[in-house]
């Protein structure tokens, strides 16, 4: 888990349509990595998540009410 | 739902004092919030019908409880926390979605999270922006002073809901009338079970009409779909659209007055706003987490223990999540009780956390937007005509409001 504030570089994201609710955080606040499917879950578009979209993502992590997104450093 | 007048966090004898607690300031939560979050992680309150619950003050604990799979919203359980007469026995014969828990809870938002994703929203902005557009003409045609809450957000908000949900114009009126009475303060217990009993029966004769002549929109397509499919019967689908009319139409009736009269109370911050639309979509969320109406919607019981940032809550208890304490935490906003609409600050919970935020969020952000735009586009003179002070709070409600605003122009 990667927290808000620490490094500057790219990152992996992960999102589990199991999990999700459909709130429409993710899509609404980093609607570059996040879409939502007809049936609301999440849609991700892009796990590779360069450095300049670091932040974005890691707002859509911390408002996901459901836990259903993660994002790691690259491997 | 009644409220206390108290503000003292203990009776004098020691007791846990009563729940819930009254704002003595509508723009603010109540002001016992704060000394009870920085006393203690949980502290115990007597309930109305003889019960006791934990209250939930701090925002990160507020987020662990809310999101662990060990808070069940279910209203059949013996402790939960329910805050009004007969709530507890309506909410669990009804069961809406909002009271069940996973996997019931997971089926039924799934039927319905589709006509609320982002991009649906988005379409919906015109056909917005026309009912906003009107309900200033309306609010225009009253002699002044007219009611902000009548006369505009009430209409507003019972026309975006009606017309998502299929809910015909002819209806809209009666609809009207019933959410007066449903959400009134001087209704007695048979007004409001009448008018209930009232909305059902014209949702149950909706749900005929559907099935026999579908539509483009909500009730058509569960009609069409899960119901005609076996998924639901037809007594949650009545309940589950009962509670996506009523929550939907509530939050915007209170919310539109409420921060049209924060915003002519700061008038550098409206000054922001007409230089920069673009900040308007910021300003909607900071007015969300200032104001956060939901405050006690989130009723829990805890089914295991639940581990809080220094405390724990005892499986089996009950437990509030106060959105409106959480949200003006000084641990996560910086000077909680200023409006500031550039604020960095974005994790607000004024539509809950866990499984059960606001499935509508993304509406009732579109809907805020456009009717506060609209109205302060359109009448750019508009004042408050009463102090403040005089504004009768809608304390007997489970999402906080003002009864009614006047204003001149």
New interface residues.
């Given amino acids: 888990m990667v927290s808000p504030g620490s490094g500057a570089g790219a990152l992996r994201a992960r999102a589990e349509t199991g999990v999700c609710?459909?709130?429409?955080q993710c899509?609404?606040?980093a609607?570059a990595l996040f879409?939502?499917h007809?049936?609301?879950?999440v849609r991700l578009l892009r796990a590779d998540v360069p450095a300049e979209a670091r932040d974005d993502l890691l707002?859509a992590v911390?408002?996901c009410?459901?836990?259903a997104l993660g994002a790691e450093e690259p491997a | 739902m009644t409220s206390s007048p108290s503000a003292e966090p203990r009776s004098a004898d020691g007791r846990p004092a009563s729940f819930p607690i009254g704002r003595s300031c509508p723009f603010a939560p109540p002001d016992a919030y704060a000394a009870m979050r920085e006393e203690a992680p949980l502290t115990k309150v007597a309930i109305p019908g003889g019960k006791e619950a934990w209250l939930v003050t701090r925002h990160a604990d507020v987020r662990t409880a809310?999101?662990s799979p060990a808070a069940s919203s279910d209203a059949r359980h013996p402790a939960f926390p329910a805050l009004g007469d007969g709530e507890q026995a309506v909410a669990a014969d009804l069961r809406p979605f909002i009271r069940m828990d996973p996997p019931d809870h997971?089926r039924v938002?799934?039927m319905l999270?589709?006509e609320?994703?982002?991009?649906r929203v988005r379409a919906m902005r015109p056909a917005i922006e026309e009912i906003c557009a009107e309900q200033v003409d309306h609010l225009l045609s009253r002699p002044a002073p007219a009611d902000l809450v009548g006369d505009y957000a009430n209409r507003v908000s019972t026309t975006v809901i009606c017309r998502l949900l299929g809910v015909p114009t002819a209806d809209l009126e009666f609809f009207r009338r019933v959410t007066t009475i449903t959400g009134g303060r001087s209704s007695t217990a048979e007004q409001v079970g009448a008018a209930l009993a009232d909305l059902f029966a014209l949702l149950d004769r909706l749900i005929d009409d559907k099935a026999a002549d579908p539509q483009d929109d909500l009730i058509s397509r569960l009609v069409t779909g899960p119901l005609a499919r076996g998924e639901i019967t037809r007594s949650s689908l009545l309940s589950q659209i009962g509670i996506t009319l009523n929550a939907g139409h509530e939050t915007s009736r209170n919310m539109i007055p409420l921060a049209a009269l924060t915003l002519l109370r700061h008038p550098d911050q409206l000054d922001l706003l007409r230089a920069d639309p673009g900040l308007w979509p910021a300003a909607v969320d900071e007015l969300l987490r200032l104001l956060s109406v939901a405050d006690v919607i989130p009723l829990r019981v805890a089914t295991e223990d639940i581990e809080l940032d220094g405390a724990t809550i005892p499986a089996g208890d009950g437990f509030i999540a106060l959105l409106a304490a959480a949200d003006h935490d000084p641990r996560a906003f910086a000077d909680p009780g200023e409006l500031d609409i550039t604020r960095s600050e974005?994790?607000h919970v004024a539509?809950?956390?866990?499984?059960h935020?606001?499935?509508g969020?993304?509406l009732g952000r579109l809907e805020l937007e456009v009717a506060l735009r609209t109205l302060f586009d359109r009448v750019p003179t508009l004042r408050p005509a009463v102090p403040v002070e005089e504004l009768p709070l809608r304390s007997a409600s489970a999402i906080f409001g003002l009864e009614e605003v006047p204003v001149r122009w």
């Fill in positions: 609710v459909g709130a429409g899509a609404r606040v609607p879409d939502q007809d049936d609301g879950t707002l911390d408002l009410p459901s836990g | 809310l999101a997971t938002r799934r999270v589709g609320f994703t982002v991009k974005r994790h539509f809950g956390y866990g499984v935020q606001c499935v969020q993304n």
